[in-house]
């Protein structure tokens, strides 16, 4: 069983920036990556890294003004997001999964809590 806690959500004007955080219980490798959930609408996923070599992935929406990177500690991620706007806002989730090959935003197995993110 993997836990997963975020940190870093906030309510910021249009054009800001946040930087969110998740930390993952373990060290195994694995791919991890951050989803949204905006009310009304359904989850969605927006950027993901494998730690074992770097590789990210980024939903169409985001590519561009998101950036997640593994902390030094591979078990630490983060996503850094610039240019936000008011479509943006939505409830942040961090998510694992195996690291098998990439074929989109699914088979997440474990998720946080969840992190409030306001534009």
């Known amino acids: 069983h993997v836990q997963l806690v975020e940190s870093g959500g906030d309510s910021v004007q249009a054009g800001g920036s946040l930087r969110l955080s998740c930390v993952a219980s373990?060290?195994?490798?694995?791919?991890m990556a951050w989803f949204r959930q905006a009310p009304g609408k359904e989850r969605e996923g927006v950027a993901a890294?494998?730690?074992?070599?770097?590789?990210?992935y980024y939903s169409e929406s985001v590519k561009g003004r998101f950036t997640i990177s593994q902390g030094a500690a591979k078990n630490e991620q983060s996503l850094q997001m610039n240019s936000l706007k008011p479509e943006d806002t939505a409830m942040y989730y961090c998510?694992?999964?195996?690291?098998?090959?990439?074929?989109?935003?699914?088979?997440?197995?474990?998720w946080g809590q969840g992190t409030q993110v306001t534009v």
């Open positions: 998510a694992h999964r195996r690291p098998t090959p990439w074929d989109g935003f699914q088979g997440f197995r474990y």
């Open positions: 373990g060290s195994t490798p694995r791919c």
């Open positions: 890294v494998y730690t074992v070599d770097g590789r990210t």
